[in-house]
């Protein structure tokens, strides 16, 4: 327990990440990974990442990141998006894939699956994108967990032009719409926010329990 809490005491938004470090590829197979097994509504997993390491693409990225020079100095520039479209095939496929993996029979799924095809197809496309992209939130807390626990250095964003990037990254030939950016990689040591204290509530003040 107090390992944890000792990583989670030593990450903080990055401002300015050292461009001459780079994770290495088992440190970014496990962000992947993480990202991957986050948990999400239903199990429907309505997001994807993209994982930029292009110079050229970061540099591009931070005139749509309101000058946050991180996106360019990173190791790795983490994009969440989400799905564009969650239809009925798109939940059908994710049923498939349960029978596949799990053989559970058809006859337990179907129920389940035709309830989510007629909840999802009442659904407005904006409440739809909203529920995909709070699952993109659960994924950003997730990385950046592991992120502390690996010692790598982190900085989430929600500063950023979507259209932007999604142009630049060609995400709407993709099928997906970007909605939270995390430059990640090593801290540079002249970044003076390193060693700030971190400002948060009173743990009495943050934590209610009952009873």
Known sequence: MEDSIE???????????DAERNLSAPKVEKLKMAFNLTATSYGLQPIRMV???NKTIQEALVAH?????QVAQASHVLVLC???VIDKDYITAYFEQVAEI??????????????LVANFSQ?????????????????????LTICAMEKIDSCPMEGFVPQEYDRILQLKEKGLSSVLVM????RAEDDMFADFKKVRKDIKESIIELR
């Open 7 to 17: 990583h989670m005491e030593w990450r903080y938004a990055v401002k300015k990440f």
């Open 51 to 53: 994982v930029v390491q």
């Open 65 to 69: 990141s309101y000058g946050q020079e």
């Open 82 to 84: 989400i799905e564009n």
């Open 102 to 115: 799990r053989g559970t029979s058809s006859t337990i799924l179907e129920p389940f699956k035709d309830s």
């Open 123 to 143: 659904k407005e496309v904006s409440e739809v994108r909203k529920w995909a992209t709070n699952q993109a939130y659960l994924a950003m807390g997730n990385l």
């Open 183 to 186: 430059p990640v990689g090593y």
